[in-house]
């Protein structure tokens, strides 16, 4: 499966680019960050969002935090690689840092929701797509009520979206269970660098 992805990477010689899926509260920014501290070559693309900053979120770290206006600016000049809507907010992955990171031999991690990772499918085609699911629906619920950081209509919002993004998995080139995330976090840097040796 990796080799069908050899041809275009090969032919640009860009770094691979890996998204990283799945529902809202599975656990995909821990096995990201696991991943970004095993290997401080991976860069992780910074998204715009239209989104309010929760406690403790740093504008240009975590997101780059944008009006409505910004977003539309952002889209109308071609400066995103792919985008979403998601629980009422938009969310995007400026596309110049992640061309420019991968031409300086930087694999580039998106962590992303289900519709911007098949945008991405088909806005670069020798993206590799990975879906993060949880052992079990309950896990997800306990993930997502636990954080607190949402109010019990965007939590319940938020679940709703996840039992329908969960169907997708199948359109994906791997699914990961992230029962555990130091497992789940080696298996995305195995895969990384079985990728880099075939580009
Ligand atoms: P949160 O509001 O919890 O930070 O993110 C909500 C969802 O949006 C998560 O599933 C997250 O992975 C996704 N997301 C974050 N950045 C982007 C992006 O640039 N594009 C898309 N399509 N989804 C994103």
């Not at 041809?7 to 691979?16: E, I, R, V, Y």
């Not at 290997?39 to 997101?63: A, C, M, Q």
């Not at 995103?80 to 110049?96: C, D, F, I, K, V």
């Not at 995330?181 to 660098?193: A, K, Q």
């Amino acid at each position: 499966m990796l080799t069908d992805k050899l041809t275009p990477n090969a032919a640009d010689n860009l770094a691979p680019l890996v998204v990283v899926s799945g529902p809202s509260g599975v656990g995909k920014s821990t096995i990201v960050r696991a991943v970004l501290d095993r290997d401080p070559e991976i860069w992780l693309s910074v998204s715009v969002t239209t989104r309010s900053p929760r406690p403790g979120e740093l504008n240009g770290i975590d997101y780059h935090f944008v009006s409505d206006s910004e977003f539309e600016e952002l889209i109308h000049t071609g400066g995103l690689l792919e985008w979403a809507s998601y629980a009422g907010n938009r969310y995007g992955t400026p596309a110049e840092p992640v061309h420019q990171m991968r031409s300086q031999g930087r694999p580039v991690l998106l962590e992303i929701e289900v519709q911007g990772a098949r945008a991405v499918r088909s806005r670069a085609e020798d993206a590799y797509l990975v879906f993060i699911t949880p052992p079990d629906i309950e896990t997800l619920r306990h993930r997502l009520a636990g954080r607190g950081t949402e109010d019990s209509e965007v939590l319940a919002e938020r679940m709703n979206i996840a039992n329908s993004e969960l169907e997708a998995a199948i359109e994906f080139d791997r699914v990961l269970v992230n029962s555990q995330v130091g497992e789940c976090s080696t298996d995305l840097l195995e895969l990384i660098s079985d990728l880099k040796r075939v580009t």
